[in-house]
């Protein structure tokens, strides 16, 4: 975790609450049992703060951001907002909440419009809550320098873009409303790595200028390191190691997530092929490889 991202938590009083969260979806074929995806998950997020959210892929993550914002069955548990229980909201109150609450998706160009300018889309929130065409063009002005994309840029299709300045677009469009909480599903890992590196920065920007909380999801550790105060670890649904950013991502204590951190590509090849080779021989070894193990938190 970087010393801006230290500098952003400031509130000890979770601005997101979830506790003993369960999510369940129906199932098919005959019987049609419901799966359960998520088993009792609790983890908070502060205001100003950022916490991420790894695990490999079915591991529960992007349900659980997708709880959050409502796009998720919740069968049992809380998820609370500034102290409202959200997890049951009815749809005109997720409009509402749209103002606290954000998202920016892994893929930009499939969850912008691509028959709408990105000065349309960056208006069309601004203008659904009344604000008039004068202020919402100033304010379109105002977010496109906020995520460094010139002015002209208004008046360009999504399409005219490149990968990481379309997610530049997206971010734009989450903080638009001046939300206190963005939840941000796997944003950069359909960039290159310079561009991810660049996206990262931007939020920490953001973040730093707007005072946002990021609930982060990610399946890599070496990107969570850099943006996130706190760290869960989730593994089939449930949560296995939560604490600071630095130590988990540095110094895991649970096998899992040892195990995602050797996974974790780097850089230098050699160092590549060391946990790799780690990786395979402790795979037998390590008590999340066999899911029939009890596991403890």
Not at 41 to 46: A, T
Not at 119 to 133: H, M, N, Q, S, V
Not at 182 to 208: F, N
């Amino acid at each position: 975790m970087s010393d801006t991202a230290s500098a952003t938590a400031t509130s000890a009083h979770p601005l997101l609450e979830i506790r003993d969260l369960r999510v369940a979806y129906p199932g098919r074929g005959i019987r049609k049992r419901p799966v359960e995806i998520l088993h009792g998950v609790s983890l908070d997020v502060r205001a100003g703060e950022t916490v991420g959210l790894v695990g490999e892929s079915g591991s529960g993550k992007s349900t659980l951001g997708r709880a959050a914002l409502g796009l998720a069955p919740v069968t049992g548990g809380t998820i609370t907002l500034d102290g409202e229980d959200i997890a049951h909201a009815t749809r005109a109150r997720r409009r509402e909440l749209a103002v606290d609450l954000q998202v920016i998706f892994q893929d930009p160009y499939s969850s912008l419009s691509p028959a709408l300018t990105v000065g349309d889309t960056l208006a069309e929130p601004l203008r659904a809550r009344g604000i008039g065409a004068k202020d919402a063009a100033r304010r379109v002005r105002d977010l496109l320098d906020l995520v460094h994309l010139p002015a002209d840029a208004a008046q360009r299709l999504p399409r005219e873009f490149s990968g990481g300045q379309r997610q530049r677009v997206a971010i734009a469009r989450a903080v638009a409303l001046e939300p206190r909480l963005i939840v941000c599903d796997e944003p950069v890992s359909a960039l290159d790595l310079t561009t991810q590196a660049r996206i990262l920065e931007l939020l920490l920007e953001v973040q730093a200028r707007t005072g946002v909380a990021y609930l982060f999801v990610s399946h890599d550790l070496n990107v969570v390191r850099v943006l996130c105060h706190r760290v869960a670890v989730m593994r089939a649904g449930e949560i296995v190691e939560w604490g600071d950013g630095d130590t988990v991502t540095s110094n895991p204590s649970h096998p899992y997530t040892r195990r995602l951190l050797l996974a974790s590509p780097v850089a230098d090849p050699a160092t590549q092929a060391e946990r790799r080779a780690l990786l395979r021989s402790t795979a037998l070894a390590d008590p999340a490889t066999h899911p029939n193990q009890k596991e403890s938190v």
